[in-house]
């Protein structure tokens, strides 16, 4: 069956991205005058979700009921994103946790934010052998059919005109390309997959419906088996308008294989294909390297998307690494969203408007992580009244990056809780005129790390391959007591230049260089 697009309804759409990052970092409190910058930088910058409609697709994001309170996340979510999907709350343990009894309270509530943001919902999920409740998996066999039959149409009416898409059977497959055994395919075999999208159509015929896996995003064992199905079930003539390929993936295990050609298979055979739960984990800690491929993951991801007509958009598996799955799932591994906890984009976040067709971050052609820093503690002692870090920024991007987008964070501790600090640049080739300095208090403190030396430019721009050079600055405290340096995150014993990963490097207010604290 063709699928018919939809579009989202124009909105208003809120506070970007940037500029609530951007206050969350200050306490919320921004001056008039960084306000201003914010907004200047709002008005500039077009959306996930505008990005991806002008190339006819959509960018949304999962969600959980227990996040929308906080006021920061929900803004981004209601601002960035043109779409949202329910993690949890319309999930059959929650939606019909003793037979008979329904409940969609939570996922109304879901429903209800998209209205009121112009966002579509997907919904997720119908039938699914995990969060499951038990009174499932313990009816005899041969009343499964009906319970699932019960549970699909009840679900899929209560949302008629709510959801525009349905994962109704979600992850079927093993990694082997058999079937995965639930109370359904035990009950009925693989018919049971038909039995759901019959009835889901019957109950609402206008949702597009979807099967939904990982691990098929790549050509392989699993997704031939998806392929295989979906030919048999269009042959049969069953409702089905579309594969979900979730896309959980980790820069350990490499890129799938054949993203686009497998894409374009499934598309082949009329269906839509969506992804539908992108995110990148990686082993913590993050580093440069892993936070590159990353960056570069979400990218093919979203290229592999925008080649193929009937993908019809993406969806992250929640935006930020503050309400990810990822580590209580996979202990020791995380990072993999595309805003960091404190819900400041990270480089993934430029990669994906790059490939949107976005503005770039750093210069022509130029994806973030053009800039590296580096440094060189000019400070002999560590226990002194003044901390003296020699900074300079070298450009390893092959565009020119203008030096007044730049900003430069690094951190330290002010022990005795000091709020007043003098700066200084004592020395630099480029001129100390056209560096601007100055202390600004962690909105959330950190290990080493409750206050930074931000440093800024004032104009010029860095070639490609070029350096400021050293710039030698310096700060204290207004009571001139003394650091004790040893803890500060940027802090290093170094003497001569070397790349610094704690030192953080900001191109266009988006993240170039570095790990923050
Ligand atoms: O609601 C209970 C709470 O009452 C209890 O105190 C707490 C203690 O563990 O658990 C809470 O339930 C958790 C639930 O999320 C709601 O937060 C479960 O433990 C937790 O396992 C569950 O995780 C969800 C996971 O699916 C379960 O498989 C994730 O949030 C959700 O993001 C994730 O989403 C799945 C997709 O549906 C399918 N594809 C994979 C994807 C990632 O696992």
């Not at 018919?191 to 759901?196: K, R």
């Not at 404190?342 to 210069?363: F, H, I, Q, W």
């Not at 870090?389 to 092959?398: E, F, I, K, R």
Request: hydrophobic letters at 35%; glycine letters at 10%.
């Amino acid at each position: 069956m063709s699928s018919v697009k939809r579009c989202r309804p124009t909105s208003t759409r809120g506070l970007p991205a940037l500029l609530i990052g951007a206050l969350i970092l200050t306490g919320g409190s921004a001056t008039a005058a960084q306000q201003d910058t914010l907004h200047e930088l709002a008005a500039a910058q077009d959306t996930l979700h505008e990005l991806a409609e002008a190339q006819g697709k959509y960018f949304g994001s999962a969600t959980d009921n227990p996040e929308l309170p906080d006021a920061a996340y929900s803004a981004i979510l209601g601002s960035e994103f043109g779409q949202i999907t329910p993690g949890n709350s319309m999930k059959w343990d929650t939606t019909e946790p003793v037979q008979g009894q329904f409940n969609f309270a939570k996922g109304d509530v879901i429903t209800e934010f998209a209205a009121q943001h112009g966002q579509t919902v997907r919904g997720h999920t119908l039938v699914w052998h995990s969060q499951l409740p038990g009174w499932v998996g313990a009816l005899p066999p041969a009343q499964v059919e009906a319970a699932m039959t019960r549970h699909v149409t009840e679900e899929a009416t209560h949302y008629r005109g709510a959801v525009t898409a349905w994962d109704v059977v979600n992850e079927p497959f093993n990694e082997d390309g058999t079937f995965r055994t639930s109370p359904f395919y035990t009950a009925m075999g693989r018919d049971y997959i038909a039995t759901a999208l019959r009835a889901a159509r019957a109950a609402d015929p206008d949702a597009e419906l979807y099967l939904n896996d990982y691990n098929i995003e790549g050509l392989g064992a699993k997704s031939d088996a998806m392929y295989a199905l979906v030919r048999e079930l269009l042959d049969e003539g069953v409702p089905l308008d579309g594969v979900g390929m979730q896309a959980h993936l980790a820069v350990q295990y490499g890129f799938p294989y054949q993203m686009r050609a497998n894409m374009q298979r499934f598309a082949d055979l009329g269906l839509d294909v969506a992804v539908t739960e992108l995110d990148v984990r990686m082993q913590l800690p993050a580093d440069t390297a892993k936070t590159a491929t990353q960056s570069s993951y979400y990218r093919q991801v979203v290229e592999a998307c925008l080649a193929v007509e009937r993908c019809v958009g993406l969806t992250v598996w929640d935006y930020t690494d503050k309400y990810s799955w990822v580590p209580s799932a996979f202990p020791g591994q995380g990072a993999a969203n595309l805003y960091d906890e404190n819900l400041l984009p990270k480089p993934a976040y430029s990669a994906v408007r790059t490939a949107l067709g976005g503005e770039d971050d750093g210069g022509e052609g130029g994806e973030p992580g053009v800039l590296k820093a580096q440094y060189r503690s000019n400070d002999s002692s560590a226990r002194d009244n003044q901390i003296k870090p020699g900074l300079q920024l070298v450009n390893t991007g092959s565009a020119t990056v203008s030096l007044s987008d730049v900003k430069v964070r690094y951190w330290f501790t002010s022990e005795n809780g000091a709020s007043a600090y003098s700066t200084w640049c004592d020395w630099s080739p480029i001129g100390c005129s056209t560096v601007t300095h100055r202390v600004v208090a962690a909105g959330v403190p950190k290990t080493g790390a409750d206050h930074y030396l931000e440093v800024g430019f004032r104009s010029g721009s860095l070639a490609p391959g070029a350096s400021t050079g050293e710039i030698q600055l310096r700060l204290n405290k207004a009571d001139w007591s003394n650091f004790d340096e040893s803890d500060d995150y940027s802090h290093g014993s170094g003497t001569s230049y070397a790349d610094a990963s704690k030192i953080v490097v900001y191109v266009g207010g988006e993240q170039a260089w570095g790990i923050e604290p």
